[in-house]
């Protein structure tokens, strides 16, 4: 019997009622980490620590030197630059708090079945390299481009369609500085690590993860609307498996808790005794700044302003935030809820969509407050 690609890789789907994780999500989830909820603690995350997504294979690079990077289609004069002579051109760096888009799709019911991200696919570097609009203009755009297409080395197949992993922007976004959208080679001074594209990665301030494309080969300026797999199929916002979606953009706000006490091993639930206790934790939103995060410890019924820190001249990165809190012997659920500029707020009730994209639920942190006097 003959197998045909399409039989090895096959349609998303929705879990039914009651399925539990598969041996499918199980290995994503092995390979593809999350930030331990505590390194929140950090401004920058440490080493390792940031969350990982990659769709295929990290590729082999065994010598940077001979890697490429071209700028190519509707150009007057296309490049192709090494990654030392991108270093010889003007460098910004910015701190930029990445969160995945998946993020949050694993409580999400019924649950789509695909990397399984319960609150954790998130992370703050600071990214190293040149401004994509700088390039384009020594590349000198055509008048009639209307996207720029990002290709990564990495190859594979994803519902029958095999693909190297490419996502474009539309001209405005890969030309503006509003974010600044960086061709980056370091990662907080370092030389970009493989899992995180090493030696070329794109870096799109407030965007949503899969925008930051890895292991940047090509660049090219098109003048028709990119429609990529990673563009039109995957990253929409639809509720049935026919519409053509909404694009996934900008990073919805959200908020949320560094887990106080101590934990249980398995069920990861929260142990703290009686008395103060500084409720801390960040908060971030691609689409606007922050202004405002509300806590409650007592499972949503009410809500109580927390102190945000200033952004410090970090515009997309997330922001510290912390309000005290003394609990009594007992259980309790404590959650955080970020606003931001625009409006934009974190729902009570899942916003779900069969991509399980952007979900945004304020998250809720089961604790036990111990008795001391009933040990
Ligand atoms: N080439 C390539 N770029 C990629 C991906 C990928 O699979 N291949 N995954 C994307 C997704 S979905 C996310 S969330 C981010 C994750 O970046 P990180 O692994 O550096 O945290 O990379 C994006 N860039
Ligand atoms: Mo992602």
């Not at 940077?64 to 071209?70: E, V």
Request: hydrophobic share 40%; proline share 10%; net charge neutral.
């Amino acid at each position: 019997m003959t197998r045909r690609l399409a039989d090895v890789s096959t349609s998303a789907r929705l879990a039914t009622p009651g399925e539990g994780l598969g041996q499918d999500e199980l290995a994503l989830a092995a390979r593809n980490h999350g930030l331990p909820l505590e390194a929140m603690r950090y401004d920058i995350t440490p080493p390792g620590l940031h969350y990982i997504l990659t769709h295929y294979d990290i590729p082999h690079v065994p010598d940077d030197a001979a890697w490429r990077l071209t700028v190519n289609g509707r150009v007057r004069h296309p490049l192709s630059l090494s990654p030392a002579q991108l270093r010889t051109r003007p460098a910004v760096t910015t701190r930029v708090t990445l969160e995945c888009a998946g993020n949050g799709r694993a409580l999400l019911t019924p649950r789509p079945v695909s990397q399984p991200w319960l609150v954790e696919a998130v992370g703050t570097a600071e990214w190293t390299g040149v401004p994509l609009r700088l390039l384009l203009d020594e590349a000198g755009v055509a008048s009639d481009a209307v996207d720029v297409v990002f290709t990564g080395a990495d190859h594979g197949v994803e519902r029958g369609v095999e693909q190297d992993y490419q996502r474009s922007l539309p001209l405005d976004i890969a030309t503006g500085d509003e974010p600044e959208v960086l061709v980056a080679y370091a990662m907080n001074g370092q030389p970009l690590p493989p899992q995180h594209g090493s030696p070329l990665r794109l870096v799109v301030p407030g965007w949503y993860g899969m925008a930051h494309v890895k292991w940047l080969r090509d660049v090219t300026v098109v003048d028709t609307p990119f429609t990529g797999f990673q563009q039109s199929v995957a990253y929409r916002i639809r509720q049935g498996p026919e519409e053509a979606g909404e694009p996934v953009t900008r990073i919805a706000p959200r908020a949320l808790l560094i887990p106080p006490g101590f934990p249980d091993f398995m069920s990861r639930t929260r142990v703290v005794a009686p008395g103060p206790v500084r409720l801390e934790g960040r908060a971030w939103s691609g689409r606007a700044p922050v202004t405002s995060v509300e806590v409650s410890t007592d499972s949503g019924a009410t809500w109580h302003r927390a102190e945000l820190e200033p952004d410090h001249g970090h515009r997309w990165a997330w922001r510290r935030w912390s309000r005290m809190w003394s609990p009594v012997p007992g259980t309790h659920v404590l959650s955080a809820r970020a606003y931001d500029e625009a409006g934009n707020a974190q729902p009570l009730e899942q916003p779900w969509n069969r991509g399980g994209f952007a979900n945004n639920l304020v998250q809720r942190v089961p604790v036990f407050c111990t008795d001391p006097t009933s040990r």
